[in-house]
C-alpha cells in the first residue's frame, strides 16, 4: 500500500471510532473492565476520543510528509504496550503501520480485550494490513522493538533487547505550572488534565506548581467537577491509604475529600494525590525542571500545552520526545 491508502484507511478508522454507538461503546467498557478495573466508561470513551481527534485526514497528511518512506525496508517491529489506559499502544501501531513495516505486537495483559478490537478494526477497514500484524505471547525474531513499561522493566528490556534497535520507555509524568492568571475556565480545564484516566497516565498532570503568595486553595472548587472519581473503588481504596498514612505520619496536606495535596519538591505523585509546590522566579524554576527532564512527559499552562489538552496529543506530539517515525524509517 502506498501512503495514500493508509492515509484513507486510518482516516476511515478514525471515523467509525467517533461514530460508535452508545451501546457499542458501553459494551466495549464493560468488557474492558473486567480484565482491568481502572478502564472505566468514561476513560474508554476519552480514549476513542483521543484516537479519532488524531485520525483526521489532514493531520495524518501533515504528520507523513516530513518523513521519506520510499527508502524505508520492510522490517519486524516487536511492540512491546502498556496498559495502563485504553488504547494506550495504538501511536505505536499506527507508526509501524505507516512506515510499511511488520507489527508484531504484545498487549499489555491490562489491554489485550481493547488492542486486539483495534486490531480487528483496522483489518475489517484496511484487510491488506492483515499480513503486516500479529498479536504474539513472545517476541523473538524481531528486527526492532519499541517497548513502554516501567523503571524496573525497562532494565529487563535494554538487557534483553540490546542487539537490536530500540526506543525503550520509562516511568514519566506530567506537571503544571500556574502564574496566578488563570481564568476560572482554565483551572477546571486543569482538572481534566489531572483526573482523567484517574491520573494514570503519563500524560496525567501529577504535580502543579504555584508562584508564591498564591493560595492553591482557590483552585479546589474548580476540581469540583471531578469528585466522582472517589466513587471508584481502586481510587478511593488509593485515597484512602494515602490520607491514612499521611494522617499516622502527621504530614501536611490539604484534602478536597477526592483528593489529597502534599507539598513537597518530590515530582511523582501516587494515585489520588497532588504534589504541590511553590516557585519564586520562573528562571529558577525552568533550572529546577531541567534536573526533572527525564521524568517529566509534558508540562501544562501559559507557553506549554493548553489546560485541559494535556490528553489530546497530536500525531507529532511523541512520548519522551522520540520521533517515533524517525526510528523506523531509520532502520537498516
Not at 133 to 159: C, W
Not at 177 to 201: Q, V
Not at 221 to 240: G, I, M, S, T
Not at 305 to 330: C, H, M, N, S
Request: hydrophobic share 40%.
Amino acid at each position: 500500500m502506498n501512503n495514500l491508502e493508509k492515509i484513507a484507511a486510518f482516516h476511515k478508522l478514525g471515523q467509525k471510532i467517533a461514530n460508535l454507538p452508545e451501546d457499542e461503546i458501553v459494551k466495549l467498557a464493560a468488557a474492558a473492565k473486567a480484565q482491568n478495573g481502572w478502564f472505566s466508561y468514561e476513560s474508554v470513551k476519552n480514549a476513542l476520543e483521543g484516537i479519532a481527534f488524531m485520525l483526521e485526514k489532514n493531520k495524518l497528511e501533515e504528520w507523513v510528509s516530513k518523513y521519506d518512506f520510499e527508502s524505508v525496508t520492510p522490517k519486524i517491529v516487536g511492540i512491546v504496550m502498556a496498559g495502563n489506559i485504553p488504547f494506550v499502544g495504538f501511536h505505536d501501531l499506527l507508526s509501524v503501520l505507516m512506515s510499511g513495516h511488520f507489527a508484531a505486537i504484545k498487549p499489555s495483559s491490562d489491554d489485550q480485550f481493547l488492542m486486539k478490537k483495534m486490531v480487528d478494526w483496522i483489518i475489517e477497514i484496511e484487510p491488506r494490513f492483515k499480513r503486516n500484524i500479529e498479536i504474539r505471547e513472545k517476541l523473538t525474531n524481531i528486527d526492532a522493538v519499541i517497548a513502554t513499561g516501567s523503571d524496573n522493566t525497562a532494565r529487563y528490556f535494554e538487557y534483553y533487547f540490546k542487539d537490536i534497535p530500540s526506543i525503550i520507555r520509562k516511568n514519566r509524568t506530567s506537571i503544571a505550572i500556574l502564574t496566578g492568571k488563570e481564568t476560572d475556565k482554565e483551572l477546571s480545564a486543569l482538572g481534566e488534565d489531572i483526573f482523567s484516566y484517574f491520573g494514570l497516565g503519563c500524560r496525567n498532570v501529577s504535580k502543579v506548581f504555584t508562584p508564591k503568595g498564591y493560595d492553591f486553595r482557590d483552585a479546589f472548587p474548580h476540581f469540583e467537577a471531578f469528585k466522582e472519581v472517589a466513587n471508584h473503588n481502586k481510587y478511593r481504596n488509593n485515597y484512602d491509604y494515602y490520607k491514612s498514612i499521611y494522617l499516622i505520619n502527621k504530614t501536611p496536606h490539604l484534602d478536597t475529600g477526592f483528593v489529597l495535596i502534599n507539598s513537597t519538591d518530590e515530582l511523582v505523585s501516587p494515585i489520588s494525590v497532588i504534589f504541590h509546590q511553590e516557585y519564586d522566579e520562573i528562571e529558577n524554576l525552568t533550572s529546577v525542571l531541567d534536573g526533572f527532564k527525564e521524568k517529566i512527559q509534558c508540562i501544562v499552562g501559559k507557553d506549554h500545552i493548553p489546560f485541559g489538552k494535556a490528553q489530546r496529543p497530536e500525531l507529532w506530539d511523541y512520548a519522551d520526545d522520540v520521533d517515533t517515525l524517525k526510528f523506523l524509517t531509520r532502520l537498516t
